[in-house]
Protein backbone atom coordinates (compact mmCIF):
# COMPACT_ATOMS: atom_id res chain seq x y z
CA UNK A 1 0.00 0.00 0.00
CA UNK A 2 0.95 3.38 -1.16
CA UNK A 3 0.19 6.51 0.33
CA UNK A 4 1.36 10.06 -0.21
CA UNK A 5 0.48 13.19 1.12
CA UNK A 6 1.06 16.17 -0.43
CA UNK A 7 1.64 19.62 1.46
CA UNK A 8 2.23 23.38 0.14
CA UNK A 9 5.98 22.52 0.33
CA UNK A 10 6.65 19.02 -0.23
CA UNK A 11 5.50 15.58 -1.02
CA UNK A 12 5.48 13.04 1.36
CA UNK A 13 5.07 9.24 -0.02
CA UNK A 14 4.94 6.33 2.10
CA UNK A 15 5.09 2.86 1.12
CA UNK A 16 6.03 -1.05 1.41
CA UNK A 17 8.64 -1.80 -0.94
CA UNK A 18 9.97 -5.65 -1.73
CA UNK A 19 13.78 -5.53 -1.62
CA UNK A 20 14.09 -9.19 -3.27
CA UNK A 21 11.46 -10.94 -0.95
CA UNK A 22 11.88 -8.70 1.80
CA UNK A 23 9.25 -6.10 2.94
CA UNK A 24 10.66 -2.88 3.42
CA UNK A 25 9.12 -0.04 4.62
CA UNK A 26 10.08 3.47 2.92
CA UNK A 27 9.40 6.96 2.58
CA UNK A 28 9.74 9.55 0.25
CA UNK A 29 9.99 13.30 0.37
CA UNK A 30 10.31 15.36 -3.05
CA UNK A 31 9.29 18.57 -4.88
CA UNK A 32 5.47 19.09 -4.95
CA UNK A 33 3.72 17.90 -8.47
CA UNK A 34 6.86 15.72 -9.56
CA UNK A 35 9.09 18.36 -10.24
CA UNK A 36 11.97 16.82 -8.66
CA UNK A 37 15.52 16.93 -10.45
CA UNK A 38 15.69 12.86 -11.21
CA UNK A 39 19.16 12.45 -11.91
CA UNK A 40 20.62 13.18 -8.09
CA UNK A 41 18.58 11.78 -5.10
CA UNK A 42 19.86 11.90 -1.09
CA UNK A 43 19.27 8.60 0.63
CA UNK A 44 19.36 8.00 4.51
CA UNK A 45 20.83 4.83 5.97
CA UNK A 46 19.72 4.45 9.27
CA UNK A 47 21.40 3.14 12.65
CA UNK A 48 19.78 0.85 14.85
CA UNK A 49 16.78 0.66 15.30
CA UNK A 50 16.61 0.95 11.76
CA UNK A 51 13.31 2.10 11.61
CA UNK A 52 12.87 4.93 9.10
CA UNK A 53 9.77 7.06 10.91
CA UNK A 54 13.07 8.18 13.29
CA UNK A 55 14.60 10.26 10.09
CA UNK A 56 11.25 11.57 8.81
CA UNK A 57 11.69 14.72 10.42
CA UNK A 58 14.77 15.06 9.77
CA UNK A 59 14.69 14.15 5.73
CA UNK A 60 11.93 17.20 5.71
CA UNK A 61 14.30 19.93 7.54
CA UNK A 62 17.17 19.09 5.41
CA UNK A 63 14.70 19.30 2.30
CA UNK A 64 13.65 22.86 2.93
CA UNK A 65 16.71 23.17 3.76
CA UNK A 66 18.60 22.47 0.55
CA UNK A 67 15.98 24.09 -1.40
CA UNK A 68 13.41 21.77 -2.14
CA UNK A 69 14.68 20.32 -4.93
CA UNK A 70 15.63 16.69 -4.54
CA UNK A 71 14.22 13.96 -2.93
CA UNK A 72 15.36 12.27 0.07
CA UNK A 73 14.27 9.09 0.85
CA UNK A 74 15.08 6.02 3.37
CA UNK A 75 14.32 2.27 4.05
CA UNK A 76 14.25 0.60 7.20
CA UNK A 77 16.39 -2.11 7.68
CA UNK A 78 15.38 -5.68 6.98
CA UNK A 79 13.58 -7.31 9.23
CA UNK A 80 12.81 -3.80 11.33
CA UNK A 81 9.17 -3.21 9.69
CA UNK A 82 7.63 -5.88 11.52
CA UNK A 83 6.62 -7.40 8.64
CA UNK A 84 8.33 -10.69 9.05
CA UNK A 85 9.77 -13.28 11.17
CA UNK A 86 13.07 -13.51 9.74
CA UNK A 87 16.23 -12.01 11.37
CA UNK A 88 18.82 -10.63 9.38
CA UNK A 89 22.22 -9.75 10.59
CA UNK A 90 25.05 -6.75 9.76
CA UNK A 91 25.76 -8.61 6.68
CA UNK A 92 22.22 -8.87 4.93
CA UNK A 93 21.67 -5.51 5.92
CA UNK A 94 24.72 -4.50 3.99
CA UNK A 95 23.29 -6.69 1.07
CA UNK A 96 19.59 -5.25 1.15
CA UNK A 97 20.83 -1.63 0.91
CA UNK A 98 23.00 -2.10 -2.11
CA UNK A 99 19.34 -4.14 -3.28
CA UNK A 100 17.99 -1.17 -3.12
CA UNK A 101 19.96 0.75 -4.89
CA UNK A 102 20.08 -1.71 -7.86
CA UNK A 103 16.75 -2.75 -8.09
CA UNK A 104 14.72 0.98 -6.86
CA UNK A 105 16.67 3.58 -8.63
CA UNK A 106 17.46 4.26 -11.82
CA UNK A 107 21.99 3.62 -12.83
CA UNK A 108 21.43 7.49 -13.91
CA UNK A 109 21.25 9.03 -10.61
CA UNK A 110 23.70 10.50 -8.82
CA UNK A 111 23.66 9.61 -4.90
CA UNK A 112 24.44 11.41 -1.91
CA UNK A 113 24.03 8.77 0.89
CA UNK A 114 23.81 9.78 4.52
CA UNK A 115 24.84 7.34 6.90
CA UNK A 116 23.91 7.51 10.77
CA UNK A 117 25.50 5.36 13.77
CA UNK A 118 26.11 1.89 12.36
CA UNK A 119 23.79 3.58 8.73
CA UNK A 120 27.77 5.12 8.28
CA UNK A 121 29.51 1.47 8.13
CA UNK A 122 27.03 0.17 6.14
CA UNK A 123 27.47 3.42 3.78
CA UNK A 124 31.29 2.58 3.29
CA UNK A 125 30.47 -0.98 2.84
CA UNK A 126 27.83 0.27 -0.49
CA UNK A 127 30.27 2.36 -1.60
CA UNK A 128 32.93 -0.10 -2.88
CA UNK A 129 30.24 -2.16 -4.46
CA UNK A 130 28.96 1.13 -6.68
CA UNK A 131 30.69 3.03 -9.56
CA UNK A 132 32.89 6.21 -8.21
CA UNK A 133 30.46 7.87 -10.14
CA UNK A 134 27.23 7.05 -8.54
CA UNK A 135 27.83 8.73 -5.05
CA UNK A 136 29.05 12.11 -5.09
CA UNK A 137 29.58 12.48 -1.39
CA UNK A 138 28.39 10.58 1.91
CA UNK A 139 27.59 11.91 5.16
CA UNK A 140 28.89 9.94 8.15
CA UNK A 141 26.86 11.34 11.21
CA UNK A 142 27.89 9.72 14.53
CA UNK A 143 29.82 6.67 12.77
CA UNK A 144 30.57 3.68 14.66
CA UNK A 145 32.72 2.08 12.44
CA UNK A 146 35.09 0.80 14.91
CA UNK A 147 35.86 -0.36 18.48
CA UNK A 148 32.00 -0.69 19.11
CA UNK A 149 32.31 -3.40 21.58
CA UNK A 150 34.93 -1.50 23.82
CA UNK A 151 33.51 2.13 23.52
CA UNK A 152 31.40 2.94 26.80
CA UNK A 153 27.98 1.78 25.39
CA UNK A 154 29.23 -1.53 23.67
CA UNK A 155 31.45 -2.54 26.65
CA UNK A 156 28.33 -2.23 28.65
CA UNK A 157 25.45 -4.23 26.15
CA UNK A 158 27.88 -6.42 24.34
CA UNK A 159 27.37 -8.66 26.78
CA UNK A 160 23.90 -8.50 26.98
CA UNK A 161 23.42 -8.56 22.90
CA UNK A 162 25.33 -11.95 23.23
CA UNK A 163 23.20 -13.81 25.72
CA UNK A 164 19.86 -15.01 23.98
CA UNK A 165 17.87 -15.26 27.27
CA UNK A 166 18.60 -11.16 27.50
CA UNK A 167 17.53 -10.80 23.96
CA UNK A 168 14.56 -12.93 23.93
CA UNK A 169 13.28 -11.45 27.41
CA UNK A 170 13.34 -7.86 26.31
CA UNK A 171 11.59 -9.20 23.07
CA UNK A 172 9.20 -10.74 25.08
CA UNK A 173 8.96 -7.45 27.14
CA UNK A 174 8.28 -5.50 24.01
CA UNK A 175 5.33 -7.85 23.07
CA UNK A 176 3.49 -7.45 26.14
CA UNK A 177 3.89 -3.57 26.37
CA UNK A 178 2.70 -3.81 22.81
CA UNK A 179 -1.05 -4.62 24.15
CA UNK A 180 -1.16 -1.53 25.82
CA UNK A 181 -3.92 0.50 24.85
CA UNK A 182 -2.40 3.21 22.04
CA UNK A 183 -2.96 5.86 24.03
CA UNK A 184 -1.26 5.06 27.20
CA UNK A 185 1.12 3.62 24.96
CA UNK A 186 1.81 6.50 23.14
CA UNK A 187 2.12 8.65 26.71
CA UNK A 188 4.65 6.79 27.97
CA UNK A 189 6.36 7.24 25.04
CA UNK A 190 6.18 10.95 25.28
CA UNK A 191 7.28 10.78 28.62
CA UNK A 192 9.79 8.48 28.09
CA UNK A 193 11.44 10.81 24.76
CA UNK A 194 9.81 14.28 25.85
CA UNK A 195 9.40 15.24 29.12
CA UNK A 196 8.64 18.64 27.84
CA UNK A 197 6.17 18.89 25.49
CA UNK A 198 7.51 21.27 23.29
CA UNK A 199 10.34 19.13 22.27
CA UNK A 200 7.53 16.49 21.20
CA UNK A 201 8.31 14.55 17.88
CA UNK A 202 5.14 12.61 16.64
CA UNK A 203 7.15 10.85 13.77
CA UNK A 204 9.55 9.84 16.37
CA UNK A 205 6.81 8.82 18.88
CA UNK A 206 5.52 6.85 16.12
CA UNK A 207 8.77 4.77 14.94
CA UNK A 208 9.36 3.77 18.62
CA UNK A 209 5.49 2.48 18.48
CA UNK A 210 6.64 0.67 15.56
CA UNK A 211 9.86 -0.69 17.84
CA UNK A 212 7.51 -1.97 20.29
CA UNK A 213 7.20 -5.44 17.95
CA UNK A 214 8.56 -8.94 18.91
CA UNK A 215 10.86 -9.65 15.47
CA UNK A 216 11.71 -6.05 15.36
CA UNK A 217 13.64 -6.17 18.74
CA UNK A 218 14.97 -9.71 17.95
CA UNK A 219 16.33 -7.97 15.19
CA UNK A 220 17.14 -4.93 16.04
CA UNK A 221 19.27 -7.11 18.89
CA UNK A 222 20.62 -9.80 16.68
CA UNK A 223 21.89 -7.12 14.33
CA UNK A 224 23.28 -5.24 17.43
CA UNK A 225 25.29 -8.40 18.58
CA UNK A 226 26.79 -8.36 14.78
CA UNK A 227 27.88 -5.33 15.21
CA UNK A 228 29.95 -5.77 17.87
CA UNK A 229 31.54 -8.79 16.66
CA UNK A 230 32.16 -7.40 13.41
CA UNK A 231 33.22 -3.94 13.91
CA UNK A 232 36.10 -3.68 15.37
CA UNK A 233 39.23 -2.95 13.06
CA UNK A 234 39.10 1.21 11.11
CA UNK A 235 38.62 0.20 7.60
CA UNK A 236 41.73 2.09 6.00
CA UNK A 237 41.55 1.05 2.91
CA UNK A 238 37.64 1.70 2.07
CA UNK A 239 38.19 5.18 3.65
CA UNK A 240 41.51 6.27 2.25
CA UNK A 241 39.84 4.80 -1.36
CA UNK A 242 37.01 7.35 -0.85
CA UNK A 243 38.08 10.17 1.49
CA UNK A 244 37.49 13.16 -0.91
CA UNK A 245 33.84 11.91 -1.12
CA UNK A 246 33.39 11.13 2.69
CA UNK A 247 32.32 13.74 5.07
CA UNK A 248 32.77 12.34 9.08
CA UNK A 249 30.74 14.21 11.94
CA UNK A 250 31.45 12.90 15.66
CA UNK A 251 29.31 13.96 19.05
CA UNK A 252 31.90 15.43 21.62
CA UNK A 253 29.87 13.42 24.48
CA UNK A 254 29.21 10.00 22.21
CA UNK A 255 29.50 6.57 24.22
CA UNK A 256 29.14 5.20 21.17
CA UNK A 257 32.11 6.68 19.50
CA UNK A 258 34.09 8.69 22.23
CA UNK A 259 36.53 11.41 21.02
CA UNK A 260 39.59 9.76 20.87
CA UNK A 261 38.11 8.06 17.68
CA UNK A 262 37.60 11.26 16.33
CA UNK A 263 41.09 12.46 17.63
CA UNK A 264 42.85 9.20 16.07
CA UNK A 265 40.67 9.73 12.92
CA UNK A 266 41.62 12.96 12.28
CA UNK A 267 45.36 12.12 13.01
CA UNK A 268 45.38 9.13 10.18
CA UNK A 269 43.33 11.38 7.86
CA UNK A 270 44.45 15.02 8.54
CA UNK A 271 43.65 15.81 4.51
CA UNK A 272 40.07 14.17 5.28
CA UNK A 273 36.88 16.22 6.18
CA UNK A 274 36.38 15.22 9.67
CA UNK A 275 34.16 17.58 11.59
CA UNK A 276 33.86 17.65 15.59
CA UNK A 277 30.31 18.65 17.10
CA UNK A 278 30.04 21.94 18.65
CA UNK A 279 26.58 21.61 20.14
CA UNK A 280 26.56 18.42 22.13
CA UNK A 281 24.22 16.83 20.36
CA UNK A 282 23.65 13.37 21.09
CA UNK A 283 24.36 10.35 19.39
CA UNK A 284 20.78 9.93 18.82
CA UNK A 285 20.32 13.09 17.09
CA UNK A 286 16.75 12.36 15.53
CA UNK A 287 14.76 12.45 18.68
CA UNK A 288 15.63 15.99 19.34
CA UNK A 289 18.28 17.67 17.10
CA UNK A 290 17.24 16.64 13.25
CA UNK A 291 16.78 20.79 12.52
CA UNK A 292 19.85 21.18 13.96
CA UNK A 293 22.07 18.37 11.94
CA UNK A 294 20.05 18.69 8.61
CA UNK A 295 21.33 22.35 8.12
CA UNK A 296 24.61 21.32 9.38
CA UNK A 297 24.57 18.56 6.22
CA UNK A 298 22.51 21.13 4.05
CA UNK A 299 25.21 23.71 4.01
CA UNK A 300 26.97 21.08 2.87
CA UNK A 301 25.55 19.72 0.39
CA UNK A 302 24.82 23.24 -1.04
CA UNK A 303 28.21 23.13 -2.06
CA UNK A 304 28.11 19.96 -3.99
CA UNK A 305 24.66 20.28 -5.92
Not at 19 to 24: A, C, E, L, N
Not at 81 to 99: R, V
Not at 168 to 178: D, K, M, P, R, Y
Not at 218 to 230: S, V
Request: aromatic share 10%; hydrophobic share 40%.
Amino acid sequence: MTTTIATKQYDLTQSIYYIGKIPTKYFAVSPINGKQQEDKRIIIIPGNPGICDYYLTFAIKLFQATGSRWTIECIDHAGHSGLEANIYILQQQIQHKLDYITQWIPKSTNLILIGHSIGAHIVIEVMKSLPDARVTRSFLLFPTIERMAISPNGARLAPKFDNKFFRTAVASFAFLTSLLPNSILERIIRWYHYPQASDEDPHCIQATSRLLNKDVILNCLNMANTEMKEVVNLDIDGIKTNLDRLCFYYGQTDDWVPLIYYKELKEKFPQGQIILDSEDTPHAFVIKSSELIASKVAKEIQTLW
